[in-house]
């Protein structure tokens, strides 16, 4: 599964969002071919957003 | 009727000179009180414990606000004042989001202080017309305006008989009554309120500033809590003032090679990356519309639901594509790169008094699509800038009014109220017509709208009171709290939200803190140590734009390419960097984030202290709907039954195997409520305050805020 997948599965849209898999930052253009594997670290930080 | 006929009709009530001043590092160093009772003018110096202790815009405010009042002073009192106020860095046109000024009044919908933020540009002109604060005070007899000449020097009351009242044909007229010709339209500056103002709590004021491009007077909005409504009580139609010669240096900053350093590379960030971050320069704040829907958190039917399919005839491209003018230079100041007071042109109106006119309508930001639109379920773009529009040129605050009107729809659909009480309209939620009929009745001062104007507060106990309904589940679903309304975020799944509306100080408006993606959706802030700590951070920090005349948005709703590589990417160190930078430029004063935490804890907790003193401010106050919580109905839990009963299982560890749905709901807000409840005592003691909400004296002592008239009102709460 890449990181792009999860982003789909669980809906995550918002413009902003930092992915980090095991620590490393993972480039926007990288999400559809970053694979995640079982017992992954996967951190999806959205930034603060609103009014 | 013609400009000339209008000024031929005014009556000068008192006339009063000073001499023009020069703003030395941020401050003109003296501020303006005006008495429209007695028609008193004069000037006030701003003291160096004035500037220590409160700073400017808000705190400023909020000094003069307390030695106005008693604890016995209602809002429509004519000691209750109307303070203005920008702030030291309140002006430059270097750095995006300068031309802020803070609005604070006693409130009529929370009997407390209220304080909203406004753009436009009457702070700045007041500023370079040699006043760091405006304040009103009294109430005149017949409508007046006050006009302040700052070429000159010159302030003015006059009575006003014949202009309008409405903000979008008042602002016209001052504007064009004032400047010479129209290239000087620019130098003119207008506050009013509307007629809407006049018979409901929430009437708002609109700060005007010219559009040279469109040929329109554009109105901001100071909108929370009822200032619009103090102001024509006290029959003020407007406040004006004119300054030429508007320069970049007219703040005679510490250090303008700083200030133009760091304006430049935030300019460059914005030009870079706006397109690929939130878009502000295209659709402003409505860019979130579609992303709230998307994660459950767009207020949906009176904050039942947090989606809904027709988003999508709503969502931010659509504004885009069929109607906000786009290539404009939107900026409500000079300098403001970020750009985000769009508007719509040319849109014909459907209904009410200026049916068929084409207007210019300033919006939609994101409040007003989700309160007047998906809150009560109005999921049609051009009622959506219908309502937008009439609440602002009637100068009704929009979140007050979608949340009130949400909450009357979802009264009438549980046939709480009914046809005979709205006097025969079908309040249903997605009833355009009967929404607008609100607005326009709000105007009109009669009917149902009149009701629905005075807030959700008075609505409980009159539906209550009068038309037996039950107060408890008024309550629930009521989403008010200290007598002001919700903004339009739902809060149910992030506690941390939950404390970022409840344990406000003048009521759940989000500008102090947006928690929900760090709690809710990174899980940043798991411990409730981790969320006082936000709880406490954010605040303050936010508190901290209020006192210096800036604008919220330009901090985080861009970052910096690099801002993912920071420890804190939330706080966007490098812009809090280039504010306290900005200031130093201005000032001289060069202050660490902890200093800028603390001046921003300073006025926070005079604040609080100023609400106790009227009577609120303590833990009982901080109380919020359960809607705000968790699911107050059957078809609320049953419509998110897997999210919920998974949370009975693993947080509660409950069984929810064959239980009702009636009982579920029991338990999980017993378990919700408690979780609020440390949440209080967490937050409460991160701030420094005992577990009554009320601010402990070693903690003034720490603030510096050992005041006696502060220490006498808590002395005995501690
Ligand atoms: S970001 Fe928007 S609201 Fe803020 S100052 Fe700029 S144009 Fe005005």
Redo the contacts with the bound molecule.
């Keep these: 599964m890449t990181v792009e997948d999860i982003m789909k599965i669980k809906k995550f849209s918002y413009s902003r969002i930092i992915v980090k898999v095991n620590d490393k930052h993972i480039e926007q253009e990288d999400y559809a071919v970053t694979v995640v594997n079982d017992g992954d670290d996967v951190k999806m930080i959205h930034l603060l957003a609103g009014g | 009727m013609d400009i000339i006929t209008l000024k031929n009709n005014h009556k000068l009530l008192k006339e009063y000179k000073y001499e023009l001043g020069k703003i030395d590092k941020g401050y003109a160093n003296r501020t303006l009180y005006v008495n429209v009772s007695d028609n008193n003018i004069m000037e006030k110096p701003v003291t160096q414990m004035m500037k220590d202790k409160f700073v400017g815009g808000k705190g400023f405010g909020l000094w003069y606000l307390w030695n106005a009042v008693t604890s016995e002073t209602k809002w429509n009192d004519p000691e209750n004042e109307i303070v203005i106020a920008g702030g030291p860095v309140c002006g430059i046109t270097q750095y995006?989001?300068?031309?802020?000024s803070l609005v604070c009044s006693l409130s009529p919908l929370t009997d407390i202080p209220i304080d909203s933020n406004v753009?436009g540009f009457f702070g700045p002109l007041l500023k370079f017309s040699g006043f760091d604060a405006l304040e009103i005070q009294g109430k005149a007899e017949k409508d007046v305006i006050v006009y302040i000449d700052g070429n000159t020097g010159v302030v003015t009351i006059e009575e006003a008989p014949l202009e309008a009242v409405d903000g979008h044909v008042l602002g016209e007229q001052l504007t064009e009554m004032y400047a010479d010709n129209e290239a000087d339209k620019r130098n003119v500056a207008v506050v009013t309120a509307g007629t809407g103002a006049e018979h409901s709590r929430f009437g708002l004021l609109n700060f005007t500033f010219y559009d040279p491009r469109r040929k329109v007077t554009r109105l901001?909005q100071a909108g929370r809590g009822g200032i619009g409504t103090v102001f024509r009580d006290k029959k003020i139609k407007a406040l004006i003032v004119k300054f030429s010669n508007v320069k970049g240096d007219l703040n005679n900053p510490f250090d303008q090679a700083i200030i133009n350093k760091t304006g430049i590379k935030y300019h460059k960030e914005i030009h870079d990356l706006d397109s690929k971050q939130n878009n502000?320069r295209k659709i402003?704040t409505a860019n979130i519309i579609e992303v709230m829907d998307a994660y459950d958190l767009l207020p949906v039917m009176n904050y039942q639901y947090g989606m809904h399919p027709d988003t999508q005839n709503i969502k931010s491209t659509v504004f885009i594509e069929k109607y906000i003018t786009q290539g404009v230079q939107?900026?409500?100041?000079y300098g403001?790169s970020?750009?985000?007071?769009k508007a719509a042109d040319n849109f014909e109106l459907k209904t009410g008094p200026y049916k068929g006119q084409k207007v210019t309508v300033d919006g939609p930001e994101y409040e007003n699509a989700a309160g007047l639109g998906s809150n009560c379920a109005i999921f049609d773009p051009e009622g959506i800038l219908e309502l937008n529009f009439y609440c602002d040129t009637y100068a009704i605050d929009t979140i007050s009014f979608g949340t009130a009107t949400a909450f009357a729809m979802e009264c009438y659909e549980r046939g709480i109220i009914n046809k005979e009480i709205t006097g025969g309209m079908e309040l249903n939620f997605g009833n355009f017509e009967a929404a607008a009929e609100l607005l326009h009745q709000m105007s009109r001062g009669e009917g149902f709208g009149v009701t629905v104007g005075q807030g959700i507060n008075r609505m409980k106990k009159l539906f209550a009171e009068k038309y037996g309904a039950d107060p408890d589940f008024l309550f629930d679903i009521g989403m008010e709290q200290k007598g002001l309304e919700y903004s339009e975020y739902g809060s149910k799944e992030s506690l941390a939200q939950q404390g970022g509306y409840g344990l406000t100080n003048k009521g759940p408006q989000h500008d102090e803190a947006w928690l929900i993606f760090m709690d809710m959706v990174n899980n940043q802030i798991p411990t409730f140590e981790d969320k006082a700590e936000a709880l406490h951070y954010f605040p303050m920090f936010r508190t901290w734009f209020g006192l210096y005349g800036l604008?919220?948005?330009?901090w985080n709703?861009i970052v910096p390419a690099d801002n993912k590589y920071t420890s804190e990417p939330a706080k966007v160190p490098e812009h809090v960097q280039n504010y306290l930078d900005v200031v130093y430029g201005v000032t001289g004063k060069k202050l660490s984030v902890s200093d800028m935490i603390k001046e921003s804890e300073r006025v926070y907790n005079f604040q609080k202290i100023f609400c106790i003193r009227m009577g609120k401010g303590l833990r009982a106050n901080d109380r919020t709907p359960y809607r705000s919580m968790g699911p107050v109905t059957k078809e609320e839990y049953e419509s998110r039954q897997e999210r919920y009963d998974s949370q009975l299982k693993e947080k509660v560890v409950y069984d929810p195997e064959g239980k009702s749905t009636e009982e579920k709901i029991a338990v999980l807000r017993k378990y919700r409520e408690n979780q609020y409840e440390l949440l209080m005592d967490a937050v409460y003691k991160r701030r420094g305050w005992n577990s009554n909400a009320v601010p402990k004296l070693e903690h003034l002592k720490y603030l510096d805020m050992e005041l006696p008239e502060l220490i006498e009102v808590i002395k005995d709460l501690q």
């Excluded at chain 2, 995006?96 to 802020?100: D, I, Q, R, S, V």
């Excluded at chain 2, 970020?338 to 007071?341: D, I, P, Q, S």
């Design positions: 995006a989001g300068t031309g802020k753009g901001k502000m402003g939107d900026g409500c100041w403001c970020m750009a985000c007071a604008c919220k948005l330009p709703d």
